[in-house]
């Protein structure tokens, strides 16, 4: 139990009432938590001595009308239950106050059910997109015992039920922290979802909410029919019908393969749409059903239907048409593709695999589905096919050169994100559909190809140490210092483990972005589906080591705020007198 938990009683008294009456206010201890006693309108009123917002002695506050006002961000409370007017500082403790004659005591009073008080307190941080109020809340389900998933489960119903555009950045970076919490060292983990849980109130700030369309009633249309249906609403951009025809199958039209073979269907019928987003998002959708339970299908997957609809084609961007029609390269290959990795039978090794990664980033357009046409005759499934191109994403990060204008690394990490969604689902689901997906995928690597000019080499470094990584992310130039050392440090027969886990902590300890977030678990899922000590398993992290030392330092503020949030929890005190 927390220190700001106890339910105690001071042994001491506050002090006397003549003392209180002269002064105005005594300060006093129940068990570790200071408390001020202030004398007003005739009768003494105890209060928790720390402001919740940053810890300011209250004592030194203005007391009047039945309140109190700290000095610092002049929050105001409530002196009879120690609550806020102001939401954003977080309530305060009230405490009872007794005269024994003319001592005064002063005694807790019971905090209830603090874990209902806790959930309560972290939707409404989520509806007022309070950080200090997330950490808090989020510090305090965790010291209770409250598992990652319950937490996870509170903020994705909030997060599906208040933006009306639907499925955005904050439930894409909530279920990337959950998918890797995990690997992170333990004074990390509620980092991770404060940094979900932040970016998922981010991100509905100011939204309307969401309200999905139900199932057609009494329905008796086919799984079949109704992908066919999904799949022509969705082409012909009609939102709403495409939304209803989905909800017709998840509730029990089709099967659960089906409603995925559907949606991903779909996002492939065209290429690369939304630069990549709407792939990554429907691939989140169904991950963060393994964290929530499949009784959410409905409002999760519902979610990215708008969004699919709506998405850009890069069939209609003249980078993708012109010098070369690359639309047209893969139409040539693409059922030639399919009927290739049907054929497959899975045996094609991880250097073969390599071997074809390394091969795209150099071909030219009309040598990328031949490439991939060759490997799956020689045994790749579409597993493999999916798992060489994310890897061949990954190694444009790797060898992305830092001439570039700094904005590139967007373009890389897109591509990059994009095929590991595809492998994600490919694992998952393998349908001929996703082959278009990977071959997509394939092309948009090559279309990346002179983000790779100059190619970026990787250094090797001897007795490389994951100590010498904690500079790369103090000052600004370290990048190949940074890839060198987690190479070599992986070549050498380093643990990932301790790798991963402060590639974590580092990004969490900035002020990360979006693709940050998406970077690091994409790293960590790419490199867990390769064997261990392979260069399939190093590239993906010294990738992620590169894009995070391109990237840092920032100012940190997220990650003091969360900690100041735990030493508030903890009771610790945060401001001295001189
Ligand atoms: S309002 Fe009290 S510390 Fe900020």
């Given at each position: 139990?927390?220190?700001?938990?106890?339910?105690?009683?001071?042994?001491?008294?506050a002090g006397?009432?003549?003392e209180l009456?002269?002064k105005?206010y005594l300060t006093t201890?129940?068990?570790?938590?200071?408390?001020v006693v202030f004398w007003?309108?005739?009768?003494p009123?105890?209060?928790?001595?720390?402001?919740?917002?940053?810890?300011?002695?209250?004592?030194?506050?203005?007391?009047?009308?039945?309140?109190?006002?700290?000095?610092?961000?002049?929050?105001?409370?409530?002196?009879?239950?120690?609550?806020?007017?102001?939401?954003?500082?977080?309530?305060?403790?009230?405490?009872?106050?007794?005269?024994?004659?003319?001592?005064i005591?002063?005694?807790?009073?019971?905090?209830?059910?603090?874990?209902?008080?806790?959930?309560?307190?972290?939707?409404?941080?989520?509806?007022?997109?309070?950080?200090?109020?997330?950490?808090?809340?989020?510090?305090?389900?965790?010291?209770?015992?409250?598992?990652?998933?319950?937490?996870?489960?509170?903020?994705?119903?909030?997060?599906?039920?208040?933006?009306?555009?639907?499925?955005?950045?904050?439930?894409?970076?909530?279920?990337?922290?959950?998918?890797?919490?995990?690997?992170?060292?333990?004074?990390?983990?509620?980092?991770?979802?404060?940094?979900?849980?932040?970016?998922?109130?981010?991100?509905?700030?100011?939204?309307?909410?969401?309200?999905?369309?139900?199932?057609?009633?009494?329905?008796?249309?086919?799984?079949?029919?109704?992908?066919?249906?999904?799949?022509?609403?969705?082409?012909?951009?009609?939102?709403?019908?495409?939304?209803?025809?989905?909800?017709?199958?998840?509730?029990?039209?089709?099967?659960?393969?089906?409603?995925?073979?559907?949606?991903?269907?779909?996002?492939?019928?065209?290429?690369?749409?939304?630069?990549?987003?709407?792939?990554?998002?429907?691939?989140?959708?169904?991950?963060?059903?393994?964290?929530?339970?499949?009784?959410?299908?409905?409002?999760?997957?519902?979610?990215?239907?708008?969004?699919?609809?709506?998405?850009?084609?890069?069939?209609?961007?003249?980078?993708?048409?012109?010098?070369?029609?690359?639309?047209?390269?893969?139409?040539?290959?693409?059922?030639?593709?399919?009927?290739?990795?049907?054929?497959?039978?899975?045996?094609?090794?991880?250097?073969?695999?390599?071997?074809?990664?390394?091969?795209?980033?150099?071909?030219?357009?009309?040598?990328?589905?031949?490439?991939?046409?060759?490997?799956?005759?020689?045994?790749?499934?579409?597993?493999?096919?999916?798992?060489?191109?994310?890897?061949?994403?990954?190694?444009?990060?790797?060898?992305?050169?830092?001439?570039?204008?700094?904005?590139?690394?967007?373009?890389?990490?897109?591509?990059?994100?994009?095929?590991?969604?595809?492998?994600?689902?490919?694992?998952?689901?393998?349908?001929?559909?996703?082959?278009?997906?990977?071959?997509?995928?394939?092309?948009?690597?090559?279309?990346?190809?002179?983000?790779?000019?100059?190619?970026?080499?990787?250094?090797?470094?001897?007795?490389?140490?994951?100590?010498?990584?904690?500079?790369?992310?103090?000052?600004?130039?370290?990048?190949?210092?940074?890839?060198?050392?987690?190479?070599?440090?992986?070549?050498?027969?380093?643990?990932?483990?301790?790798?991963?886990?402060?590639?974590?902590?580092?990004?969490?300890?900035?002020?990360?972005?979006?693709?940050?977030?998406?970077?690091?678990?994409?790293?960590?899922?790419?490199?867990?589906?390769?064997?261990?000590?392979?260069?399939?398993?190093?590239?993906?992290?010294?990738?992620?080591?590169?894009?995070?030392?391109?990237?840092?330092?920032?100012?940190?503020?997220?990650?003091?705020?969360?900690?100041?949030?735990?030493?508030?929890?903890?009771?610790?005190?945060?401001?001295?007198?001189?």
């Amino acid at each position: 139990m927390a220190a700001t938990d106890e339910l105690v009683i001071a042994d001491e008294p506050a002090g006397s009432l003549p003392e209180l009456r002269e002064k105005g206010y005594l300060t006093t201890k129940v068990g570790s938590i200071p408390v001020v006693v202030f004398w007003h309108e005739d009768r003494p009123w105890a209060i928790e001595d720390r402001c919740p917002h940053l810890g300011f002695p209250l004592h030194r506050g203005s007391v009047e009308s039945g309140m109190v006002t700290c000095h610092w961000h002049h929050a105001r409370f409530d002196l009879s239950s120690g609550c806020t007017l102001d939401p954003w500082a977080d309530d305060a403790r009230g405490f009872d106050v007794e005269a024994d004659g003319d001592l005064i005591h002063v005694k807790a009073r019971s905090s209830g059910d603090d874990v209902a008080r806790l959930h309560r307190r972290l939707k409404e941080g989520l509806e007022e997109n309070l950080t200090l109020i997330v950490a808090k809340s989020v510090h305090g389900l965790l010291d209770h015992g409250v598992p990652p998933a319950e937490i996870v489960r509170t903020a994705a119903e909030f997060g599906l039920k208040n933006r009306s555009q639907g499925w955005g950045s904050g439930l894409t970076t909530l279920t990337a922290m959950a998918n890797v919490v995990h690997h992170l060292d333990d004074d990390d983990k509620a980092l991770a979802l404060v940094h979900g849980l932040v970016e998922l109130a981010s991100d509905t700030a100011g939204r309307p909410p969401r309200f999905p369309l139900h199932a057609l009633d009494d329905a008796t249309v086919s799984g079949e029919r109704l992908a066919e249906w999904y799949r022509r609403f969705v082409e012909t951009r009609s939102a709403d019908s495409a939304e209803r025809a989905l909800a017709t199958a998840v509730s029990g039209g089709a099967t659960p393969e089906q409603v995925e073979g559907m949606m991903f269907a779909a996002v492939t019928d065209h290429v690369y749409i939304d630069t990549g987003h709407t792939l990554d998002f429907t691939n989140k959708a169904f991950e963060l059903l393994g964290h929530v339970g499949a009784g959410a299908a409905p409002d999760v997957l519902s979610s990215v239907v708008a969004q699919t609809s709506q998405a850009e084609r890069s069939e209609e961007l003249s980078s993708w048409r012109h010098p070369v029609d690359l639309i047209e390269q893969m139409r040539l290959v693409e059922l030639d593709l399919i009927e290739a990795v049907s054929a497959a039978d899975g045996t094609v090794t991880p250097v073969a695999l390599v071997a074809l990664a390394t091969q795209l980033l150099d071909a030219d357009a009309d040598q990328i589905g031949p490439a991939l046409l060759a490997t799956a005759g020689a045994g790749a499934n579409l597993e493999q096919l999916a798992r060489a191109v994310a890897l061949a994403g990954s190694m444009r990060i790797l060898r992305f050169h830092t001439q570039n204008d700094h904005a590139d690394w967007n373009i890389v990490h897109h591509a990059f994100t994009f095929a590991n969604g595809m492998h994600q689902a490919c694992k998952r689901n393998p349908t001929d559909e996703l082959a278009r997906g990977v071959l997509h995928s394939a092309m948009k690597v090559h279309v990346d190809r002179f983000l790779n000019v100059p190619v970026a080499r990787v250094r090797r470094v001897e007795n490389a140490s994951l100590a010498d990584l904690e500079a790369c992310w103090e000052a600004e130039g370290h990048v190949d210092e940074a890839g060198a050392i987690v190479s070599s440090y992986l070549e050498d027969g380093g643990d990932p483990a301790p790798l991963i886990a402060m590639l974590g902590h580092a990004l969490l300890h900035e002020d990360s972005g979006f693709h940050w977030y998406q970077l690091f678990e994409a790293s960590v899922r790419h490199h867990e589906a390769w064997p261990t000590g392979s260069d399939g398993a190093r590239l993906p992290l010294v990738a992620f080591a590169r894009f995070l030392a391109a990237h840092t330092p920032t100012r940190r503020e997220r990650s003091k705020l969360v900690h100041i949030a735990a030493r508030l929890r903890r009771g610790d005190a945060l401001y001295e007198e001189n």
